[in-house]
């Protein structure tokens, strides 16, 4: 049975869930491996937040590489991809995975990062939010999906937070490496927000 009192944060180990992990305090951490390139990247910066947060940090690893597409499959956008970083359904597809994965170890809430800047991806939109949210709400277990930030900036995230530096320090943004390539648009945004904030010699 889940636990009411229990949360989990879907955390890819990127700089807007590890601030939402920091506001929010869940007692759980998912991180998926999908078969995306930078997983072992997100993984590490997961790992070590999650740490020093004090989360249960669990990995579920589930190969979809078959289905991939764009930089984080590291081949050719299809046709209806809006940007070259677009993994057809992700979000879809890792809510649906960390929900069954909260479900197993009892938790009843899943947090996901998603900022305002994300509606530039259909599943990033306030109506693809609301939607997942009945559709897990709908089945058994009734896994209650929030995405508090959905509304803010990631820099707004940010500080809201209150998320040390030390902690942000360890995210990972890149689509395309397990180590920063400073080209792609996960690292460019990385690298917009820290100038933002007036953090780093960007």
Not at 24 to 37: L, N
Not at 63 to 86: K, N, Q, T, Y
Not at 98 to 115: C, D, N, Q, Y
Not at 139 to 160: D, F, H, N, T, Y
Request: charge should be negative.
């Amino acid at each position: 049975m889940t636990d009411p009192r229990r949360t989990a944060i879907l955390l890819s180990g990127g700089m807007d869930s590890i601030a939402l992990a920091h506001w929010k305090r869940p007692e759980f951490g998912i991180t998926i491996d999908y078969g995306q390139i930078p997983a072992r990247g997100e993984l590490e910066a997961a790992s070590a937040a999650s740490r020093e947060l004090g989360l249960v940090h669990d990995v579920v690893s589930i190969d979809c590489r078959s289905i991939g597409s764009g930089d984080l499959a590291g081949s050719a956008a299809l046709a209806a991809a809006p940007a070259s970083e677009w993994w057809p359904y992700r979000n879809q597809l890792l809510l649906t995975i960390a929900a069954s994965r909260a479900l197993a170890i009892g938790a009843s809430r899943l947090l996901i990062g998603t900022v305002a800047s994300d509606r530039f991806h259909a599943d990033g939109r306030p109506e693809f939010l609301t939607l997942m949210a009945d559709i897990l709400r709908l089945q058994e277990g009734e896994i209650e999906l929030e995405a508090p930030a959905a509304a803010m900036s990631s820099a707004e995230l940010v500080r809201v937070s209150g998320v040390p530096i030390e902690i942000l320090a360890w995210s990972h943004s890149c689509h395309t490496s397990s180590l920063a390539c400073g080209r792609c648009r996960g690292c460019t945004k990385h690298f917009e927000v820290m100038q933002e904030l007036g953090i780093g010699p960007y």
